[in-house]
Structures are given as C-alpha cells and as structure tokens.
Nanobody, 121 residues
C-alpha cells in the first residue's frame, strides 16, 4: 500500500498551492482520507478529513475557510487546495487513509511520505 503526496513547494504569503495524494489502495473508495501536517519541533496535527464518499469534510479551525479537501475516487486521489497561505502553514504535509474521518492520528492506518510546504512572509 502506498500513498504518494506531491504538490508542495516554496510560496509567498497569500499564495495558493494544491496538494495531491495518489493511493495504491485497491479499495480506496472505502477509506476516509485525511491531511495532517508537522512543523519542525512540533507534533503532527490534523488539517482536514473527508468521508469515503466525499460527502462530508472536516477542518481544523486554523485552516477553515482557506483550505479545501476533496477526492476523486475514480483516480484514487485526494486533494488539498490551500489558499491564502500564511507563514504558520509551513510544515511537512502528510496524507493518510483510515476508517473514519477523524482528527486523531490513531484512526489512520496508512500514511504517505509527506511533502514540504514553505510559506515565506
């Protein structure tokens, strides 16, 4: 099982980025998907999650209104559209597949390798 995240980069405050995560999961459409991030010296934290059918989404308060999670089950891919980026969004971003769209790490059994997002002021 592989989750391959990509789309990170170096941007300026106020810019946008779209992260993608392609999954090799044969039953991708049965998994809830989540995005988490980890800044240097900090714990990994929840960013956003989406149900297996894509009908419901959940966000951390810090990104609500700026980030949008979506998925394409036909392409086995989950996305994170990030707008109005701030320096505090700088982190390694990880995608994960799990049983429910939870903000808790323990509900996710599969993790991608992470993609770096750096936002300069």
């Amino acid at each position: 099982v592989q989750l391959q995240a990509c789309g990170g980069g170096l941007v300026q405050a106020g810019d946008s980025l779209r992260l993608s995560c392609a999954a090799s999961l044969r039953t991708f459409s049965r998994y809830a998907m989540g995005w988490f991030r980890q800044a240097p010296g900090k714990e990994r934290e929840f960013v956003a999650a989406i149900t297996s059918d894509g009908d419901s989404t959940y966000y951390a308060d810090s990104v609500k209104g700026r980030f949008t999670i979506s998925r394409d089950n036909g392409k086995n891919t989950v996305y994170l559209q990030m707008n109005s980026l701030k320096p505090e969004d700088t982190a390694v971003y990880y995608c994960a597949a799990g049983s429910i769209p939870s903000p808790l790490l323990r509900y996710y059994g599969y993790w991608g390798q992470g993609t770096q997002v750096t936002v300069s002021s």
